[in-house]
């Protein structure tokens, strides 16, 4: 199985604000499969990104995706206050598919 | 575009079976190249992979719940189910279901919630 770890766990920011998130797999995942959903409470996680770095349909432009093999990062240009949510990646390069523990991004 | 949509029963007695049905609408299962996948998510807790089903009918399943698990295409080509047997308080989630695939965004349901409580 292959284990994504997300950092930093919480992620304090203010809106205007450049974030950061890494998703760091135990093993290389091929670009097409990896994926990043951001979720509010009580809502079906939002696809932002897949294969690796293209954007979702309507998502816009502040949200980028990159890396390869075992690194990724999904970075926000400027926090707008709607941002503020949890994050998730997820692979579905082997079998087994496995999502990250998740980065929470918070109003500092 | 294709929708997906969650249904079953809400509350399930521990040690029987939890039964789901995912129905997809603009689009069929048996269209090539998409795997039609299983979700939950512990109250306050993250995502976990269930498993899923190939457009040729192939699965796999998380292997934590593999003793346990079916998923299978529905009498209706444009729905497909879960079933989780012997569950306990653990298997309480929301469930979701979602379309993969490498070259396409995914598509995911709203997620229903499962209790299991006697």
């Known amino acids: 199985e292959i284990v994504l770890t997300q950092s930093p766990a919480t992620l304090s920011l203010s809106p205007g604000e450049r974030a950061t998130l890494s998703c760091r797999a135990s093993?290389?995942?091929?670009?097409?499969?990896l994926v990043w959903y951001q979720q509010k409470p009580g809502q079906a996680p939002r696809l932002l990104i897949y294969g690796s770095f293209r954007r979702a349909t309507g998502i816009p432009d502040r949200f980028s995706g990159s890396g390869s093999g075992t690194d990724f990062t999904l970075t926000i240009s400027r926090l707008e206050p709607e941002d503020f949510a949890v994050y998730y990646c997820q692979q579905c390069g082997s079998s087994a598919w496995t999502f990250g523990q998740g980065t929470r991004v918070e109003i500092q | 575009q294709v929708k997906l949509q969650e249904s079953g029963p809400g509350l399930v007695k521990p040690s029987q079976t939890l039964s789901l049905t995912c129905t997809v609408s603009?689009?069929?299962?048996?269209?090539?190249?998409?795997?039609w996948s299983w979700i939950r998510q512990h109250p306050g807790k993250g995502l976990e992979w269930i498993g899923y089903i190939f457009y040729t009918g192939s699965t796999y399943y998380n292997p934590s719940l593999k003793s346990r698990l079916t998923i299978s295409v529905g009498m209706s080509k444009n729905q497909f189910s879960l079933k989780l047997s012997s569950v306990t308080d653990a298997d309480t989630a929301v469930y979701f279901c979602?379309?993969?695939?490498?070259?396409?965004?995914?598509?995911w349901g709203q997620g229903t919630l499962v209790a299991v409580s006697s």
């Open positions: 603009g689009g069929s299962i048996t269209s090539g190249g998409y795997y």
């Open positions: 979602a379309r993969w695939s490498p070259t396409t965004e995914a598509s």
């Open positions: 093993q290389a995942v091929n670009s097409p499969y």
